[in-house]
């Protein structure tokens, strides 16, 4: 370890433990975890807090088996995944496992090979855990809280690498929404090459990824349509810089609905999916791009080809970012240009509450639990 003083780090922390794939149940508070020592490369964090991602509670539920075909939100997904793999990246997950990759800490200690000049600084986690003799290889990827463990506790160590210090009068609890939701949405953005020139749909757009897509849409100087509930269009309105357009995500007839309108939509930001998933092809303009990072309505959808191949579109898919595009969100929330929405926050020991009203998905943003009193 560094020189840095552990006196005040104690032996065993607090955590919620993943025992298995299945219901909330699963979620186990446990109060004698051993604080985890860091390895060579690696920082131990005190965690101020985590904030919750469809990841965590789609490994949960069991929902990344092939075998499943229900929505997010289905709570047989465990019954109908049987002994199928059930890993975000097609593997069977190894339990037990402290899930939570949105870490917002501090660093209270290194590892011997570590950068020093992270101790006592205030930390944010990129989620991507890489093989750094070969840092954008896709096959060399795991995930924070899925190939190790996460920020669902008191402490967790992470290669020092991964950590990125944030200069922010912004609470940590706010911060720790950041993470997987806007380093997704900003991946999106960088794979569908959006410009100012273009006019972007972001459904689902009052989650915390579709929320963080109108933001850093708009921050490129692009034109946003954001369907979302009617309900949540004020929220969604007050954000700064906010959408151009807010659709009512009920409305029967989508591309009608798009097409009543003077925008003609060149880029879909798509994490629904679901049965309206074919209108989103039926709006884009031609050579339109197509990018999506999440099927939370359902991952089966009915193609009509017709519309790929005689309007040119090109499709994309979005999970494993580089490593820069997580440090650029950070710079962007230091320098004021887009700000993270907090929806609500919960202690860390009321985790199965929070993933409930996650689930639930009335809020707008993101929701957080608090894992230790500072920060």
């Given at each position: 370890l560094?020189?840095?003083?552990?006196?005040?780090?104690?032996?065993?922390?607090?955590?919620m433990?993943?025992?298995?794939?299945?219901?909330?149940?699963k979620?186990?508070?446990?109060?004698?975890?051993p604080?985890?020592?860091?390895?060579?490369?690696?920082?131990?964090?005190k965690?101020?807090?985590?904030?919750?991602?469809?990841?965590?509670?789609?490994?949960?539920?069991?929902?990344?088996?092939?075998?499943v075909?229900?929505?997010?939100?289905?709570a047989?997904a465990?019954?109908?995944?049987?002994?199928?793999?059930a890993?975000?990246?097609?593997?069977a997950?190894?339990?037990?496992?402290?899930?939570?990759?949105?870490?917002?800490g501090?660093?209270?200690?290194?590892?011997?090979?570590?950068?020093g000049?992270?101790?006592?600084r205030?930390?944010l986690?990129?989620?991507?855990?890489r093989?750094?003799?070969?840092?954008?290889?896709?096959?060399?990827?795991?995930?924070?809280?899925?190939?190790?463990?996460?920020?669902?506790?008191e402490?967790?160590?992470?290669?020092?690498?991964?950590?990125?210090?944030?200069?922010?009068?912004?609470?940590?609890?706010?911060?720790?929404?950041?993470s997987?939701s806007?380093?997704?949405?900003?991946?999106?953005?960088?794979?569908?090459?959006?410009?100012?020139?273009?006019?972007?749909?972001?459904?689902?757009?009052?989650?915390?990824?579709?929320?963080?897509?109108?933001?850093?849409?708009?921050r490129?100087?692009?034109?946003?349509?954001?369907v979302?509930?009617?309900?949540?269009?004020?929220?969604l309105?007050?954000?700064?810089?906010?959408?151009?357009?807010?659709?009512?995500?009920?409305?029967?007839?989508?591309a009608?609905a798009?097409?009543?309108?003077p925008f003609?939509v060149?880029?879909?930001?798509?994490?629904?999916?679901?049965?309206?998933?074919?209108?989103l092809?039926?709006?884009?303009?031609?050579?339109?791009?197509?990018?999506?990072?999440?099927?939370?309505?359902?991952?089966?959808?009915?193609?009509?080809?017709?519309?790929?191949?005689l309007?040119?579109?090109?499709?994309?898919?979005?999970?494993?970012v580089?490593?820069?595009?997580f440090?650029?969100v950070?710079?962007?929330?230091?320098?004021?240009?887009?700000?993270p929405?907090?929806?609500?926050?919960?202690?860390?020991?009321?985790?199965?509450?929070?993933?409930?009203?996650?689930?639930?998905k009335?809020?707008?943003?993101?929701?957080?639990?608090?894992?230790?009193?500072?920060?």
């Amino acid at each position: 370890l560094s020189t840095m003083s552990t006196a005040g780090v104690p032996e065993v922390m607090k955590a919620m433990v993943l025992v298995g794939h299945g219901g909330l149940d699963k979620l186990v508070l446990k109060e004698d975890v051993p604080v985890p020592k860091p390895g060579p490369t690696e920082a131990l964090v005190k965690v101020h807090a985590c904030g919750l991602n469809n990841t965590d509670v789609n490994i949960r539920t069991g929902w990344y088996a092939r075998s499943v075909t229900t929505d997010t939100a289905s709570a047989v997904a465990a019954e109908e995944a049987g002994e199928d793999p059930a890993g975000w990246g097609g593997q069977a997950f190894q339990f037990p496992r402290i899930q939570g990759a949105d870490i917002a800490g501090t660093v209270v200690a290194v590892g011997a090979d570590a950068d020093g000049v992270l101790l006592g600084r205030r930390v944010l986690a990129d989620t991507w855990l890489r093989d750094w003799d070969d840092p954008l290889n896709p096959e060399k990827m795991g995930y924070v809280g899925s190939e190790a463990d996460g920020g669902f506790a008191e402490y967790t160590c992470i290669d020092y690498r991964n950590l990125v210090s944030v200069e922010s009068e912004l609470p940590s609890v706010a911060l720790a929404t950041l993470s997987c939701s806007w380093s997704t949405a900003e991946g999106m953005l960088v794979r569908a090459d959006v410009g100012r020139e273009d006019t972007v749909l972001v459904t689902g757009a009052s989650g915390g990824v579709g929320s963080a897509l109108v933001q850093l849409a708009k921050r490129r100087g692009a034109k946003v349509l954001a369907v979302a509930s009617k309900s949540k269009h004020d929220r969604l309105a007050a954000m700064v810089p906010a959408a151009d357009l807010l659709i009512d995500r009920s409305v029967e007839d989508l591309a009608a609905a798009v097409a009543d309108t003077p925008f003609k939509v060149t880029v879909v930001a798509d994490v629904v999916g679901g049965p309206a998933w074919p209108q989103l092809l039926s709006i884009l303009q031609r050579r339109g791009r197509y990018v999506c990072s999440g099927a939370i309505a359902g991952p089966v959808v009915q193609l009509d080809l017709r519309d790929l191949y005689l309007k040119d579109l090109t499709l994309l898919g979005s999970t494993v970012v580089a490593p820069h595009v997580f440090r650029d969100v950070v710079r962007y929330v230091e320098r004021g240009e887009v700000a993270p929405l907090l929806a609500a926050s919960f202690p860390l020991e009321e985790l199965r509450d929070a993933q409930t009203a996650f689930v639930d998905k009335k809020h707008v943003g993101n929701i957080a639990v608090v894992c230790s009193g500072d920060g």
